[in-house]
Every structure is written in structure tokens, then in C-alpha cells.
């Protein structure tokens, strides 16, 4: 009688590599997500900072052409007032009449500009990005250093992690469709219109809006659908018979010795 060679029912081959795999990958995408949001917490806190770097750079530059401007005007009433014909006075007043009906280029108020921008629902949404990236990545780590040693615990931890991170996504999208996108195109609208350097009428003011809104959506889609990616593979590949066997293995192992010490 030949001898069958299919498994018990229930019964899974440990495959130790889908783990382990996971628990690596999870490692570095966690780190380099925690890094990121590290440096937009910074930028975070230092934009005041460096919007009051910005406005005194646009001063500086305003004061500089204005002094260039006075220099050259300076130099045209001593060149008039040193000229010897009533031709070569009249050539120079043309000149100085000229300088002097020129518009002075008026540089943005970045400190106007950026207030235009903020806003107490974007600062909420944004710490709240940040604030559950965080979270979630610290833990995303945790379990891929677990998985690396075939922990049950953190196989569970890794789906925990990976379903709160689709959740996490979804739900953000939302918030920015509904709410943060009409918000920063009224206040786009608003910035364009208000920048005097550019003259910008309001109809190319709100077209401009529409575009940068319409940008934006493409790109707040693009980034959540590929967010997702690796926590659906996620939860693909610890949901797979032999993950769950081999951290079951390990973690019973390890129990059993931890009783027979």
C-alpha cells in the first residue's frame, strides 16, 4: 500500500524566508519614512524661522536697488549739472525723467504671502499626518525587528500595522479632498491675486488656482495608491500559511525551552 505524501489537514510548511523578508523591508521603509518625517517636523518648526530668512533677503534686495537706483540718478544730475550745452542738459533731464517714471520692482510680502497659506485646519491636518506617521512607523520597525527573529507577536503587530496604514491613508485622503484642497485653492486664489509684482489679473488668478489644485489632487492620489502598495503586500505575505507556521514554530520553540530552563 503506497504511503500518501500529502500534509495533515491544517498542517503549513514553515517558510521562514516571507517573514524575515518582510521584517527586513519593513526595517528600512520604516526608517527611511521616520527620517522623512523627521525632517518635515524640523521644516516644520523652523518655517517661521526661515520665512523671516526670506523677507529679510527680499528687503535686502529692495534696499540694494533702491541705492543703485539713487546712485545712478545722483550721478545723472552731476553729469547735468556739469554739462556745457542746453542739448546735452536736456539729453540727461530725458534720462533722469525716465529712471524716475520707471516702476520700482516691489518684491512679495513673503510674511502675507505664507499667512495666506495657513490655516487652522492645514496645521491640524498636517500635524496629524505627521503625528500618525510617526507612530505607525516606529511600530512598522518594531515589528520588522521582530519578524527578523520569527516572532508570532510581531507577525500580528506588522497586519495590525499594515491595515492602520491603509485606514490611516484612505482616511486622509478624504480630509484633504473635501476639506484641505477647496481651503488652499481659495487661499492660492487669494495669494495670486494679491501679488502686485505680477500685476496678475483675477481671472488668471483663479485659473492658476485651479491648475495648481487640480496638480495637487493628481499628486495627493498618485502618493496614496502607492503608499498602499507595501502594506497590502504587507498583509499578503504574513497572511500566507507558512509566514504564520514559522513564527508559530519559532515562538513555541522558544516557549517550550524557556520552560525546560
Known sequence: MAMSNALPP????????????????????GSLTLIFVALQIGMTLLAPMLVDLAQNTVQNAQASAEAS????????????????????????RGQIKAIEARPQPAGPDIKALMGKMDSPIIRAYSWTDMGTALILNVLMLASGIGLLRLKERARRLALW???????????????????????STKMQQDMFASMGASGAPNAQAEMT???????????????????????????????????????LAASNRRSVEGDAL
Do not use: H
Request: one cysteine or more; proline letters at 5%; hydrophobic letters at 55%.
Open 10 to 29: 491544517g498542517y503549513a510548511v514553515p517558510n521562514t524566508s516571507l517573514p524575515k523578508t518582510t521584517g527586513t523591508l519593513n526595517i528600512i521603509f
Open 69 to 92: 537706483r539713487k546712485r545712478q540718478l545722483d550721478g545723472l544730475k552731476a553729469d547735468e549739472a556739469a554739462a556745457k550745452t542746453e542739448q546735452e542738459k536736456a539729453q540727461i
Open 161 to 183: 500595522v499594515a491595515g492602520l496604514k491603509i485606514a490611516r491613508l484612505a482616511v486622509l485622503l478624504v480630509i484633504q479632498m473635501v476639506f484641505i484642497l477647496p481651503a
Open 209 to 247: 488656482a485651479k491648475m495648481s489644485a487640480a496638480a495637487g489632487v493628481a499628486m495627493t492620489v498618485i502618493i496614496s495608491v502607492l503608499a498602499m502598495v507595501w502594506p497590502i503586500i504587507m498583509i499578503i505575505l504574513l497572511t500566507r500559511p507558512g509566514s504564520r507556521a514559522a513564527c
